[in-house]
């Protein structure tokens, strides 16, 4: 990644303030302190809850939990993620986003493991994010994207991952990026992501992922399919 955060952006820095069954909330940069739960958080129920990772079962298979979770500890280390708190010191972590900048110079190196379960959850958001180019479709040389979205399940349904979306407009404009875009694997997500403004650049079914080879067995149930999804930023 070649991509560095400007030292002109003070970290951490307040995003998006708004409010949620009555009480205020806020948006802003994940803080060394905030690391530990916010990736605490995305271990117990993005990986319980997301679907790819619900329906292969990925508690069941602990090197794969471990690559994803070094996934979200080294992309953290690029100081772009953010966390959802009440609006006030101390408060725990209720939401988290992984997000980093993919830049066009950035080096393309094939994604490859021996590890099957996370061959199957990384390969197939491979897949989709290289369904379209986002810098040829929208003529960018960069754009901000994501690793894992979530909200505590005691918080949800009260549209906190909209907003939680919705803090990388300013995110972006500070950073001078014109387009952001991620892979959303969940109806859910989904749903959220176009209530935010974001449009469908790819999708594709979970029936012609698993032709693939991308099997999560039973996930129609729940979501038919994974779509790369991209919001641009005026
Ligand atoms: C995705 C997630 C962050 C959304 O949480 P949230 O912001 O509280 O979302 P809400 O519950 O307020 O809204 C979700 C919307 O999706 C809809 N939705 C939920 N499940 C759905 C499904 N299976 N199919 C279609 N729509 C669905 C809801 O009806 C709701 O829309 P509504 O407000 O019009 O009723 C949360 O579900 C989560 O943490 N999931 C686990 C991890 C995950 O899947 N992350 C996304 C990976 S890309």
């Known amino acids: 990644m070649v991509f560095h955060r400007p ?3 003070p970290h951490p820095t307040i995003w998006h303030r708004f409010t949620a069954r009555g009480t205020k909330l806020r948006v802003q940069d994940m803080t060394e302190e ?3 739960p916010a990736v605490q958080l995305l271990v117990k129920y993005f990986m319980q809850d997301e679907p ?3 329906y292969i079962g990925i508690q069941k298979y602990p090197s794969a ?3 994803l979770e070094k996934l979200w500890r080294d992309t953290i280390k690029d100081k772009l993620s953010i966390v959802c708190v009440e609006d006030k010191p101390g408060s725990p972590v209720i939401g988290v986003n992984v997000l980093t900048v993919v830049s066009k110079d950035d080096k393309e190196e094939p994604f490859q493991t021996d ?3 996370w061959a199957k959850l990384f390969g197939a958001v491979d897949c989709v994010s290289r369904g379209a180019d986002i810098f040829t479709h929208y003529g960018v040389e960069d754009y901000l994207t994501a690793f894992g979205l979530v909200v505590d399940p005691a918080w949800r349904g009260c549209g906190i991952g909209k907003e ?3 803090a990388r407009k300013p995110i ?3 950073l001078g990026i014109k387009v952001t875009a991620t892979v959303f694997t969940a109806a859910a997500s989904q749903a959220v992501a176009q209530k935010a403004g974001f449009q469908d650049i790819f999708t594709i079914t979970y029936e012609d992922l698993a032709g693939k080879g991308f099997v999560f067995p039973g996930i129609e149930e729940d979501t038919k399919h994974s779509k790369l999804m991209a919001l641009v930023i005026l």
């Open 172 to 174: 972006c404009k500070a």
């Open 164 to 166: 939680i979306l919705l």
């Open 65 to 67: 939990q471990a690559h």
């Open 34 to 36: 905030q690391v530990e």
């Open 7 to 9: 030292s002109s952006i």
């Open 115 to 117: 590890d099957k379960i």
């Open 52 to 54: 790819p990772c619900k």
